[in-house]
């Protein structure tokens, strides 16, 4: 039975989109709609002036000085939106909004109806970590900071996939701290694979599988140093790599160079879901990561993960149980060393296979993420007569 209420789900980017914020847009709304009687959709919102002219400015500024503009929380961008949304709720009666990634979509967003405000990161928390939020103007920095502050405060309540980012937002604006929830994502995936279909070690060479858009910033070079240690102490391995293509001087035979796999494309979808199946590690050392919906979906085919302890990882991959966690300054050899004692022995493998698809199966997953939301969010709503 769904709940009879109406919710407006407002986005910036199209939120049908499997593409937009990694499909975490398309699949919490797709949740959404098997619990609610409406779901009614108020985006995508289009480039207003204001977005026009910062975006330009930004790459101004960049070419000049060096220095980065984070137009996208700057605050004449926040109120153009805010203008848009407005308008359209004119029109449009709902009970309750929920804005995914709608920092600026919420900043100064002038309404009476409550408003759930979803993010993976904390603008406090990734000042000078994630990278489109490195070197800033500090007059950028500080308009990043208000406008966070103002989102945080015009929420009813707002929620943030990590401990890392939930406590960075906490300390941006203690006065609204108790509206502050921690909530982890769930895996981006069409459906949850059959757990019968999980991958057992050993089945053949031993297969790492790397699937990331940026080889640099998610930590490539580590990777591909650890599948070279691995080769030098005898062991039979090969790197999948998914998302990106390796730099040419990656001329290792065992390098497998899969590119970017569309999910909105069935082949490419299926050939991902395969290299998942059958990998042995989902190895990232990341350089930073806000959440890493990539590891959720990891969890589904019972995947242990090899990461970097950064971000918001840690609240995703449990260290020892679910995967592995090392330093940001450790490199390929440690990796390969870990794996080595890994593989020796196959009943701890097992277990971690088995914890990694449990914890999909009761956390990371977008049913469960929406159960704790509404029961959360539903003793907010006032009946729109009410109102």
């Known amino acids: 039975m769904k709940h009879a209420i109406t919710i407006g789900y407002l986005t910036i980017e199209d939120a049908r989109d499997r593409r937009a914020w990694s499909g975490t847009h398309h699949f919490l709304l797709k949740e959404l709609e098997k619990r609610l009687e409406r779901v009614v959709l108020l985006g995508p919102l289009p480039d207003t002036?204001?977005?026009?002219?910062?975006?330009?400015?930004?790459?101004?500024?960049?070419?000049?000085?060096?220095?980065?503009?984070?137009?996208?929380?700057?605050?004449?961008?926040?109120?153009?939106?805010?203008?848009?949304?407005?308008?359209?709720?004119?029109?449009?009666?709902?009970?309750?909004?929920?804005?995914?990634?709608?920092?600026?979509?919420?900043?100064?967003?002038?309404?009476?109806?409550?408003?759930?405000?979803?993010?993976?990161?904390?603008?406090?928390?990734?000042?000078?970590?994630?990278?489109?939020?490195?070197?800033?103007?500090?007059?950028?920095?500080?308009?990043?900071?208000?406008?966070?502050?103002?989102?945080?405060r015009n929420a009813t309540l707002s929620i943030f996939s990590s401990d890392w980012a939930a406590d960075a937002a906490k300390l941006a604006a203690p006065d609204v701290a108790d509206r502050v929830r921690m909530i982890p994502f769930g895996a981006n995936l069409p459906e949850a694979p059959a757990a019968s279909g999980m991958g057992t070690w050993p089945n053949g060479p031993l297969k790492l599988l790397f699937l990331g858009v940026y080889w640099e910033a998610k930590g490539g070079p580590i990777a591909y140093d650890a599948l070279l240690t691995l080769k030098r102490a005898g062991v039979k391995a090969q790197l999948v790599v998914c998302g990106c293509d390796p730099p040419a001087e990656c001329t290792d035979p065992d390098l497998i160079r899969e590119g970017?796999?569309?999910?909105?494309?069935?082949?490419?979808?299926?050939?991902?879901?395969?290299?998942?199946?059958?990998?042995?590690?989902?190895?990232?050392?990341?350089?930073?990561?806000?959440?890493?919906?990539?590891?959720?979906?990891?969890?589904?085919?019972?995947?242990?993960?090899?990461?970097?302890?950064?971000?918001?990882?840690?609240?995703?991959?449990?260290?020892?149980?679910?995967?592995?966690?090392?330093?940001?300054?450790?490199?390929?050899?440690?990796?390969?060393?870990?794996?080595?004692?890994?593989?020796?022995?196959?009943?701890?493998?097992?277990?971690?296979?088995?914890?990694?698809?449990?914890?999909?199966?009761?956390?990371?997953?977008?049913?469960?993420?929406?159960?704790r939301l509404l029961d959360q969010a539903l003793p907010l709503v006032t009946p729109r007569k009410a109102r």
């Open 49 to 152: 002036f204001a977005v026009l002219v910062c975006k330009a400015l930004n790459q101004v500024l960049l070419r000049i000085t060096g220095k980065r503009f984070n137009w996208r929380a700057a605050p004449w961008v926040a109120r153009s939106y805010a203008r848009i949304i407005e308008r359209r709720l004119r029109g449009t009666p709902v009970d309750l909004i929920i804005a995914p990634a709608g920092l600026s979509t919420i900043a100064h967003l002038r309404t009476s109806i409550p408003i759930i405000y979803i993010n993976d990161r904390s603008i406090a928390g990734a000042l000078g970590y994630h990278d489109v939020l490195q070197n800033l103007f500090d007059w950028s920095g500080e308009q990043s900071l208000a406008t966070e502050r103002a989102a945080l």
């Open 260 to 371: 970017f796999l569309d999910k909105n494309k069935p082949d490419q979808l299926s050939r991902l879901q395969e290299h998942l199946r059958t990998a042995d590690f989902l190895i990232l050392p990341t350089r930073f990561e806000a959440y890493g919906i990539v590891f959720c979906e990891a969890a589904a085919y019972g995947l242990p993960v090899l990461a970097t302890r950064t971000g918001g990882v840690s609240t995703v991959v449990q260290e020892g149980n679910t995967g592995l966690l090392f330093a940001p300054e450790e490199g390929g050899e440690r990796y390969a060393t870990a794996i080595e004692g890994l593989i020796s022995d196959p009943a701890r493998l097992t277990v971690m296979r088995s914890a990694a698809r449990l914890r999909f199966d009761q956390l990371l997953n977008w049913s469960a993420f929406v159960d």
